[in-house]
């Protein structure tokens, strides 16, 4: 008779050991956050998300805990979007509970959810830029089936510009090897981006969850719209290394949090020991407050 371990298959196995190593890591660095000594910084997360992820419950997923949890670890502001946006079709509703919830926790700046493949989605646009005042709005290309050459995408990329508006792309939302098996969704390839952004240089776009690669960084390094973040950059001196090959100001403190416990992404970012205290306050809030403000040229 074979035991539970025999019968499950290979793509099972991956996924449990996958996410076993994840939270077991995960527990570990949130251990040694609580031992290490931080000099204090203003931080601004720049990666959120807030009500529930379908295929499994977070810790930190009620709004509550998840303010409560970041301003214990020194966060003034988060940049908060939805995970209903990724999977509802109603969006204007997610986004008006976006802003709803985030003026109950002021913590959080709501960041608007488009889907280009929906009938309106210049609607759902203007309303984040007008009626809710939105810095920024958040696309999930991959959940959403298209690609970054999608005509629809340019255009968005233009109106958020001349609005002075950035857009978050968000290349990934969780590791392929524990994804649901009904569900694979692979990260976004953002190729495109480099043509793209040569006509659109007015246009701001931060990448959420991507791990860096230098030949794309190689190619937009003279590109000046491009913004990477913390969540997925793995490494002792991964960070460093970013912040080096990203040209100067690229890298925002971003913890895709409650995703991944937040300590995580802010012990990589201080326990490298090689980013002096200017870059520091940089990559943890003054990169953020400076990309949020830019207004276009």
Not at 165 to 185: C, H, W, Y
Not at 272 to 284: E, R
Request: hydrophobic share 45%; net charge negative.
């Amino acid at each position: 008779m074979m035991d539970n371990t025999s019968q499950m298959s290979r793509r099972e196995l991956l996924a449990v050991s996958a996410g076993a190593a994840s939270a077991l890591a995960l527990a570990e660095e949130a251990s040694a956050f609580a031992e290490l000594e931080v000099p204090q910084k203003r931080i601004i997360d720049a990666n959120v998300s807030l009500f529930r992820w379908p295929f499994r419950r977070f810790p930190l997923d009620e709004t509550r805990l998840l303010a409560e949890k970041l301003q214990s670890l020194g966060v003034s502001e988060a940049w908060a979007g939805s995970f209903e946006g990724v999977f509802h079709r109603d969006v204007a509703g997610v986004n008006s509970r976006l802003v709803d919830e985030c003026r109950k926790h002021p913590i959080f700046l709501p960041i608007g959810s488009v889907n280009l493949t929906l009938p309106g989605w210049e609607t759902d646009l203007q309303r984040c830029l007008g009626q809710h005042n939105m810095v920024g709005v958040r696309v999930h290309p991959n959940y959403h089936g298209y690609t970054l050459e999608r005509e629809a995408f340019a255009e968005l990329l233009s109106i958020a510009a001349e609005a002075g508006r950035f857009v978050q792309i968000a290349v990934s939302m969780e590791d392929t090897r524990t994804q649901n098996e009904l569900v694979p969704v692979a990260d976004v390839d953002i190729s495109p981006l480099v043509p793209l952004l040569k006509q659109h240089q007015k246009a701001r776009v931060h990448l959420l969850n991507y791990r860096p690669q230098a030949t794309f960084l190689e190619q937009i390094r003279e590109l000046p719209g491009v913004y990477f973040d913390t969540a997925r950059v793995d490494g002792t001196d991964s960070i460093p290394r970013l912040v080096e090959a990203a040209a100067p100001g690229r890298v925002l403190f971003g913890s895709h949090a409650p995703f991944l416990v937040p300590e995580a992404a802010l012990i990589r970012t201080h326990e490298s020991g090689l980013l002096d205290t200017h870059t520091l306050q940089d990559v943890l809030a003054d990169n953020a407050n400076r990309f949020r403000e830019a207004e276009s040229a």
